[in-house]
DNA sequence: TATACGTATGAACAATTATTCATATGAAAA
DNA sequence: TTTTCATATGAATAATTGTTCATACGTATA
């Protein structure tokens, strides 16, 4: 918890040097940022939400999450598509079938992160 | 992790019974589902993301965070309003001053965990 | 090979969203 | 009260994004 405080410096031109420079060197680099914000981004759409839960009781063809969810073939795919470039899941071949998986408990552990900061 | 099978049953129009039930029964409610993916797409923005980095350090003011990123008063004070929303930040008035500050620190875990997930 | 089926994908459209601009609010000082 | 300064906010614009549609790809089977 931060309880520094620090006075207003907006007649000024400059913010104090101690905090800019703190800042700046705990500041990730921009494009650490965009991917960061990407991550938190593929959690923030709910057909996204739902696959993982539905991943959460079994691996899945995309068919059947398709019909689970009450969607598309084309929008489960889509949304597939994302989640895989994320790594929040895999998925292996059998015959014309793919079934996909959550790729660690990692996700469970987000998500639920997100359930119990709503729930407080 | 979960290392059940089902076959895919693409030819029926019917996903399996036993799974069909599971799935429905974790799965939460549409309203909830939807208010996950609105927190989580809080973070989902450089400039909010920015701003909590710098509110790790020291509780701010609105110019201040605007001088540290390099952007325009309105737009923090835009953004600021859906971390306020979202309950991540709080802030309190001295004169004409606003401060804002981190919530609390599941913030912090929050971001962490996006963080490792990527640095894997 | 030809056909069928499950899945993937590019383009287009609709909806959402971040920033800018202009202006309003709120508080202190003149 | 009037002015000044910090912050908030509504409307407009530009950019991003989710879904649909049409179609391509991959694999198995006839």
Do not use: W
């Not at 073939?73 to 895999?90: D, F, G, R």
């Not at 059998?94 to 469970?108: I, M, N, P």
């Amino acid at each position: 918890m931060s309880d520094k405080k620090h006075s207003p410096v907006c007649e000024d031109n400059i913010v104090h040097e101690d905090i800019l420079q703190k800042v700046t060197s705990e500041m990730p680099e921009e494009e650490f940022l965009y991917e960061l914000a990407d991550f938190f981004k593929v959690f923030g759409d709910t057909t996204r939400i739902k696959i993982l839960y539905v991943l959460f009781e079994s691996e899945m063809c995309v068919c059947d999450i398709a019909k689970l969810l009450g969607m598309t073939q084309s929008a489960i795919s889509h949304q597939l598509k994302i989640l895989k470039q994320s790594k929040l899941i895999k998925y292996r071949r059998e015959g014309k079938t793919v079934f996909y998986s959550l790729a660690d408990d990692h996700v469970r552990t987000i998500i639920n992160q997100g359930v119990s900061h709503l729930c407080e």
